[in-house]
């Protein structure tokens, strides 16, 4: 099956075809027919790339001031008759969207019909940033797709399965039941894929496991996962909870946030942006939020860039402290995602002192596996620590198959 995995962002839309189907799954030979993305929608110049499992690259700007004339300009070049991939929009069998929050309503992927349209509007509230571009980009697939099925993959979904001691905050209960403010957890999709994955590499049944996944990119979240479901995660009601990111704070006192807003006279969007754009790996050192930037800085001796890596490891070092107890103990540890697939040293120092856990790490293989998939423990260490390349997009893709093969479900 031909599945078009859509991404929507307020200013920008990604995309993959991926020939998907049960007996590729089971074979992992899922295939990325075409790829790339519109950025700058709305902007003066809107930037597109894309690219052809055939060979082809293409990189041009255009003025593309819709999300309707983003997915317009990726369906001409998906049917172009050079650098196409398919003869007409009618091969696209599926249209996948990543949708940011499914709230409570959804613990699974599900074809979007009016009703779960309907939900989906109403976890705009819990999402207000993300779900609005998320939904907008299913509004306007479906005018240009209108015969075929489109299905929402969610963020949320894969952590509903945390029990509610997990997710509860210890706020006034009325206010759970009043606005749903509870922990939800993000990257659902890459926490979900790894997991699966490693049941694959480790030729492993994930009965009885006990896993802690680490997806350390631009957004960074951790998840607790027995027997192949979340049990906890660090990102919370936002994604803005947990571990340190590139420009969010994760995990701070509330009560810093009620001190800046009367001490700086800070408006609602002021601490938001403060929160949300200014923190993290940025807030601290000043310097950037991309990981590279502050390795080199940190390397050629700026301390701040180096007091940032240090807080960022120590705060993944606590959860799988934390995570191991949710567990009663660990069995894999799994780091993903840009940061944890490809920086030995994030990795290296996120673990440090944890041997106590059973963790023997392999210096040699951390380095050698950079990027690769595979474990860089010993092969005597009792808990095993992996690198796991994430694949969002193919999740999407494969439960999009999957959920327009089972009718509907
Ligand atoms: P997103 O969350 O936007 O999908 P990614 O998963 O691509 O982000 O991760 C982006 C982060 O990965 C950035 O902080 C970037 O610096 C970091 N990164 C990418 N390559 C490397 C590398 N070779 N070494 C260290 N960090 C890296």
């Known amino acids: 099956m031909k599945v078009l995995v859509l991404n929507c962002g307020s200013s920008s839309l990604k995309f993959q075809l991926i020939e998907t189907d049960r007996h590729r799954i089971e074979t992992e030979s899922d295939e990325v027919m075409a790829e790339g993305q519109v950025e700058k929608i709305g902007q003066a110049e809107s930037i597109i790339t894309y690219s052809s499992a055939k060979g082809d ?13 983003a997915i317009e300009v990726l369906l001409q070049h998906l049917t172009h008759a050079k650098h196409g991939v398919i003869e007409k929009t009618a091969d696209i069998e599926a249209v996948g969207h990543r949708v940011v929050h499914g709230g409570e309503s959804f613990s699974e992927s599900a074809v979007i019909t009016a009703a779960v349209l309907d939900k989906i509007r109403e976890c705009v509230a819990l999402a207000p940033l993300h779900n609005p571009p998320n939904i907008l980009g299913y509004e306007v697939a479906s005018q240009l797709l209108p015969n075929t099925p489109h299905v929402a993959v969610f963020d949320t979904a894969f952590h509903q399965t945390m029990p ?72 919370g009601m936002t994604p803005l909870e947990g571990l340190v990111m590139g420009t969010r704070a994760g995990d701070i006192d509330p009560a810093i946030i009620l001190f800046l807003m009367e001490k700086e006279d800070l408006e609602l969007d002021q601490a938001n942006n403060l929160l949300n ?3 993290g790996l940025l807030g601290i050192s000043g310097i ?6 502050l390795e080199k800085a940190a390397a050629e001796g700026h301390t701040r860039a180096q007091l940032a890596i240090e807080v960022f490891c120590y705060r993944i070092r606590k959860y799988i402290g934390a995570y191991t107890a949710a567990l009663g103990g660990v069995d ?48 005597d260490s009792r808990a095993k ?24 479900k």
Not at 164 to 171: G, Q, R, T, V
Not at 288 to 293: A, F, K, L, Q, S
Not at 350 to 366: A, D, K, M, P
């Open 332 to 379: 894999h540890i799994i780091f993903t995602a840009g940061i944890g697939q490809n920086s030995a040293q994030i990795r290296r120092k996120s673990c440090q002192g944890l041997e106590f856990l059973g963790i023997e790490f392999s210096e040699e293989r951390n380095q050698a596996l950079n990027r690769k998939e595979g474990l860089i423990t010993t092969d």
């Open 385 to 408: 620590v992996w690198i796991i390349p994430t694949n969002e997009e193919l999740v999407i893709a494969r439960d999009t198959m999957l959920c327009v093969s089972n009718g509907g």
């Open 277 to 279: 754009k200014h923190s």
């Open 57 to 69: 690259k293409i990189k041009e700007t255009a003025v593309v001031l819709e999300h309707s004339t």
């Open 164 to 235: 509610p001691y997990a997710y509860l905050y210890a706020l006034p209960y009325v206010l759970y039941e009043r606005f749903a403010i509870r922990r939800y957890g993000f990257h659902g999709s890459s926490h979900r894929y790894v997991v699966q994955r490693l049941a694959k590499v480790a030729k492993t049944s994930l009965a009885g496991l006990r896993i802690i996944t680490i997806h350390v990119g631009n957004g960074c979240s951790m998840a607790a996962v027995r027997d192949g479901k979340s049990v906890d995660t660090s990102m």
């Open 288 to 293: 950037g939020n991309d990981m590279r930037e």
